[in-house]
T-cell receptor, first 113, second 114 residues
Framework: GESVGLHLPTLSVQEGDNSIINCAYS??????FIWYKQESGKGPQFIID?????DKRQGQRVTVLLNKTVKHLSLQIAATQPGDSAVYFC????????????FGTGTLLAVQP | DAGVTQSPTHLIKTRGQHVTLRCSPI?????VSWYQQVLGQGPQFIFQ???????GRGNFPDRFSARQFPNYSSELNVNALLLGDSALYLC?????????????FGQGTRLTVV
Protein backbone atom coordinates (compact mmCIF):
# COMPACT_ATOMS: atom_id res chain seq x y z
CA GLY A 1 0.00 0.00 0.00
CA GLU A 2 0.92 3.65 -0.03
CA SER A 3 2.79 4.88 3.00
CA VAL A 4 5.44 7.30 4.00
CA GLY A 5 6.55 6.81 7.58
CA LEU A 6 8.84 8.50 10.03
CA HIS A 7 11.11 6.63 12.42
CA LEU A 8 10.94 9.12 15.30
CA PRO A 9 7.74 10.89 16.27
CA THR A 10 9.56 13.37 18.53
CA LEU A 11 13.08 14.74 18.35
CA SER A 12 14.51 16.96 21.05
CA VAL A 13 17.77 18.82 20.38
CA GLN A 14 19.80 21.59 21.95
CA GLU A 15 20.00 24.95 20.25
CA GLY A 16 23.03 25.03 17.99
CA ASP A 17 23.16 21.29 17.45
CA ASN A 18 22.46 19.61 14.14
CA SER A 19 19.13 17.80 13.68
CA ILE A 20 18.41 14.79 11.54
CA ILE A 21 14.84 13.80 10.75
CA ASN A 22 14.30 10.49 8.99
CA CYS A 23 11.60 9.18 6.70
CA ALA A 24 10.91 5.84 5.02
CA TYR A 25 8.81 5.48 1.92
CA SER A 26 7.32 2.31 0.50
CA UNK A 27 6.56 3.13 -3.14
CA UNK A 28 9.63 2.49 -5.27
CA UNK A 29 7.93 4.35 -8.12
CA UNK A 30 8.03 7.62 -6.20
CA UNK A 31 10.30 10.04 -7.98
CA UNK A 32 9.85 13.33 -6.17
CA PHE A 33 10.02 14.16 -2.48
CA ILE A 34 9.34 17.27 -0.47
CA TRP A 35 10.03 18.21 3.14
CA TYR A 36 7.53 20.51 4.83
CA LYS A 37 7.63 22.37 8.13
CA GLN A 38 4.35 22.95 9.91
CA GLU A 39 4.02 25.28 12.87
CA SER A 40 1.04 25.13 15.14
CA GLY A 41 -2.09 26.53 13.51
CA LYS A 42 -0.43 27.06 10.14
CA GLY A 43 -0.28 25.29 6.82
CA PRO A 44 2.77 23.24 5.77
CA GLN A 45 5.69 25.37 4.62
CA PHE A 46 7.84 24.13 1.74
CA ILE A 47 11.44 23.58 2.89
CA ILE A 48 13.27 21.64 0.22
CA ASP A 49 12.63 19.05 -2.45
CA UNK A 50 14.62 16.37 -4.21
CA UNK A 51 14.09 14.32 -7.33
CA UNK A 52 14.86 10.64 -7.63
CA UNK A 53 17.79 11.25 -9.97
CA UNK A 54 19.63 12.96 -7.12
CA ASP A 55 20.90 11.64 -3.80
CA LYS A 56 21.63 14.94 -2.09
CA ARG A 57 20.43 18.49 -2.24
CA GLN A 58 21.39 21.45 -0.09
CA GLY A 59 19.56 24.59 0.85
CA GLN A 60 20.10 27.25 3.44
CA ARG A 61 21.01 25.32 6.65
CA VAL A 62 19.13 22.27 5.34
CA THR A 63 20.24 19.20 3.42
CA VAL A 64 18.06 16.41 2.11
CA LEU A 65 19.51 12.98 1.45
CA LEU A 66 17.80 10.31 -0.61
CA ASN A 67 18.75 6.64 -0.54
CA LYS A 68 16.66 4.87 -3.15
CA THR A 69 18.21 1.49 -2.38
CA VAL A 70 16.61 1.36 1.05
CA LYS A 71 13.83 3.87 0.27
CA HIS A 72 14.95 6.31 2.91
CA LEU A 73 14.89 10.07 3.08
CA SER A 74 16.41 12.38 5.66
CA LEU A 75 16.39 16.08 6.45
CA GLN A 76 19.41 17.57 8.14
CA ILE A 77 19.14 20.97 9.80
CA ALA A 78 22.41 22.64 10.71
CA ALA A 79 22.79 24.80 13.82
CA THR A 80 19.20 24.22 14.92
CA GLN A 81 17.45 27.30 16.25
CA PRO A 82 14.37 27.72 18.47
CA GLY A 83 12.48 28.93 15.40
CA ASP A 84 13.00 25.50 13.84
CA SER A 85 10.66 23.97 16.43
CA ALA A 86 7.73 22.53 14.47
CA VAL A 87 6.36 19.31 13.00
CA TYR A 88 8.25 18.15 9.93
CA PHE A 89 6.63 16.05 7.23
CA CYS A 90 8.12 14.24 4.32
CA UNK A 91 5.88 13.78 1.31
CA UNK A 92 6.27 11.67 -1.80
CA UNK A 93 4.89 12.01 -5.28
CA UNK A 94 4.65 9.06 -7.61
CA UNK A 95 4.88 11.20 -10.69
CA UNK A 96 2.79 10.91 -13.79
CA UNK A 97 -0.07 13.29 -14.36
CA UNK A 98 -0.90 13.95 -10.75
CA UNK A 99 0.46 16.31 -8.13
CA UNK A 100 -0.85 14.02 -5.39
CA UNK A 101 1.42 13.98 -2.36
CA UNK A 102 1.47 11.19 0.19
CA PHE A 103 2.43 12.41 3.64
CA GLY A 104 3.78 10.63 6.65
CA THR A 105 2.58 11.29 10.18
CA GLY A 106 5.27 13.83 10.98
CA THR A 107 8.11 14.34 13.44
CA LEU A 108 7.91 16.95 16.16
CA LEU A 109 11.22 18.80 16.49
CA ALA A 110 11.65 20.46 19.88
CA VAL A 111 14.63 22.79 20.19
CA GLN A 112 15.81 23.41 23.74
CA PRO A 113 17.43 26.81 24.38
CA ASP B 1 3.39 38.32 -4.14
CA ALA B 2 0.49 36.82 -2.27
CA GLY B 3 0.74 33.18 -1.39
CA VAL B 4 -2.10 30.70 -1.37
CA THR B 5 -5.10 32.23 0.37
CA GLN B 6 -7.94 30.30 1.93
CA SER B 7 -11.22 31.42 3.41
CA PRO B 8 -12.65 31.30 5.93
CA THR B 9 -9.88 30.61 8.45
CA HIS B 10 -12.22 29.04 10.97
CA LEU B 11 -15.69 27.61 10.69
CA ILE B 12 -18.13 25.87 13.02
CA LYS B 13 -20.94 23.81 11.52
CA THR B 14 -23.60 21.45 12.79
CA ARG B 15 -23.87 17.83 11.76
CA GLY B 16 -25.85 17.42 8.56
CA GLN B 17 -25.06 20.88 7.27
CA HIS B 18 -23.17 21.77 4.15
CA VAL B 19 -19.92 23.76 3.92
CA THR B 20 -18.02 25.53 1.15
CA LEU B 21 -14.34 26.32 1.50
CA ARG B 22 -12.46 28.61 -0.87
CA CYS B 23 -8.94 28.81 -2.18
CA SER B 24 -7.03 31.24 -4.36
CA PRO B 25 -3.75 29.86 -5.74
CA ILE B 26 -0.52 31.73 -6.21
CA UNK B 27 -0.72 34.03 -9.19
CA UNK B 28 0.18 32.09 -12.33
CA UNK B 29 -0.43 28.70 -10.76
CA UNK B 30 -2.99 26.60 -12.58
CA UNK B 31 -3.24 23.54 -10.37
CA VAL B 32 -5.04 23.37 -7.05
CA SER B 33 -5.15 20.40 -4.70
CA TRP B 34 -7.16 19.89 -1.54
CA TYR B 35 -6.04 18.00 1.54
CA GLN B 36 -7.65 17.08 4.85
CA GLN B 37 -5.48 17.09 7.95
CA VAL B 38 -6.88 15.50 11.06
CA LEU B 39 -5.22 16.52 14.31
CA GLY B 40 -1.99 14.64 14.87
CA GLN B 41 -1.76 13.24 11.34
CA GLY B 42 -0.29 14.21 8.01
CA PRO B 43 -2.46 15.75 5.28
CA GLN B 44 -4.56 13.35 3.21
CA PHE B 45 -5.14 14.05 -0.49
CA ILE B 46 -8.75 14.78 -1.46
CA PHE B 47 -8.74 16.30 -4.96
CA GLN B 48 -6.54 17.83 -7.61
CA UNK B 49 -7.85 20.24 -10.23
CA UNK B 50 -6.03 21.57 -13.25
CA UNK B 51 -7.49 23.76 -15.96
CA UNK B 52 -10.93 23.38 -14.33
CA UNK B 53 -10.91 19.60 -14.61
CA UNK B 54 -10.53 17.01 -11.89
CA UNK B 55 -7.18 15.30 -12.34
CA GLY B 56 -7.04 13.20 -9.21
CA ARG B 57 -9.24 12.06 -6.37
CA GLY B 58 -8.38 10.53 -3.03
CA ASN B 59 -10.31 8.01 -0.98
CA PHE B 60 -13.10 10.28 0.22
CA PRO B 61 -16.88 9.78 0.00
CA ASP B 62 -19.08 11.44 -2.60
CA ARG B 63 -20.13 13.98 0.02
CA PHE B 64 -16.90 15.73 -0.92
CA SER B 65 -16.83 17.63 -4.18
CA ALA B 66 -14.83 20.47 -5.65
CA ARG B 67 -14.53 22.67 -8.66
CA GLN B 68 -12.09 25.10 -10.21
CA PHE B 69 -13.00 28.37 -11.81
CA PRO B 70 -11.59 30.11 -14.92
CA ASN B 71 -9.37 32.27 -12.68
CA TYR B 72 -7.97 29.02 -11.18
CA SER B 73 -9.49 29.59 -7.76
CA SER B 74 -11.26 26.62 -6.28
CA GLU B 75 -14.03 25.57 -3.93
CA LEU B 76 -14.31 22.47 -1.81
CA ASN B 77 -17.82 21.44 -0.84
CA VAL B 78 -18.77 18.96 1.83
CA ASN B 79 -22.39 17.84 2.24
CA ALA B 80 -24.11 16.14 5.16
CA LEU B 81 -21.31 16.97 7.58
CA LEU B 82 -20.23 14.37 10.10
CA LEU B 83 -18.33 14.88 13.33
CA GLY B 84 -15.40 13.09 11.71
CA ASP B 85 -15.13 15.81 9.07
CA SER B 86 -13.67 18.11 11.70
CA ALA B 87 -10.18 18.86 10.45
CA LEU B 88 -7.86 21.41 8.92
CA TYR B 89 -8.57 21.66 5.20
CA LEU B 90 -5.56 22.68 3.17
CA CYS B 91 -5.27 23.97 -0.33
CA UNK B 92 -2.05 23.51 -2.29
CA UNK B 93 -1.08 25.46 -5.39
CA UNK B 94 1.21 24.26 -8.16
CA UNK B 95 2.36 25.88 -11.35
CA UNK B 96 1.34 22.97 -13.53
CA UNK B 97 -0.06 19.49 -13.11
CA UNK B 98 2.12 16.45 -13.04
CA UNK B 99 4.59 14.90 -10.70
CA UNK B 100 7.72 16.67 -9.63
CA UNK B 101 6.05 20.03 -9.29
CA UNK B 102 6.52 22.12 -6.16
CA UNK B 103 3.34 22.46 -4.11
CA UNK B 104 2.75 25.41 -1.80
CA PHE B 105 0.11 25.33 0.89
CA GLY B 106 -2.23 27.91 2.29
CA GLN B 107 -2.89 28.45 5.99
CA GLY B 108 -5.90 26.18 5.88
CA THR B 109 -9.50 26.35 7.06
CA ARG B 110 -10.16 24.89 10.48
CA LEU B 111 -13.57 23.19 10.30
CA THR B 112 -15.26 22.09 13.48
CA VAL B 113 -18.43 20.02 13.22
CA VAL B 114 -20.57 19.90 16.36
Amino acid sequence: GESVGLHLPTLSVQEGDNSIINCAYSNSASDYFIWYKQESGKGPQFIIDIRSNMDKRQGQRVTVLLNKTVKHLSLQIAATQPGDSAVYFCAENIGGATNKLIFGTGTLLAVQP
Amino acid sequence: DAGVTQSPTHLIKTRGQHVTLRCSPISGHKSVSWYQQVLGQGPQFIFQYYEKEERGRGNFPDRFSARQFPNYSSELNVNALLLGDSALYLCASSLVQGGGTEAFFGQGTRLTVV
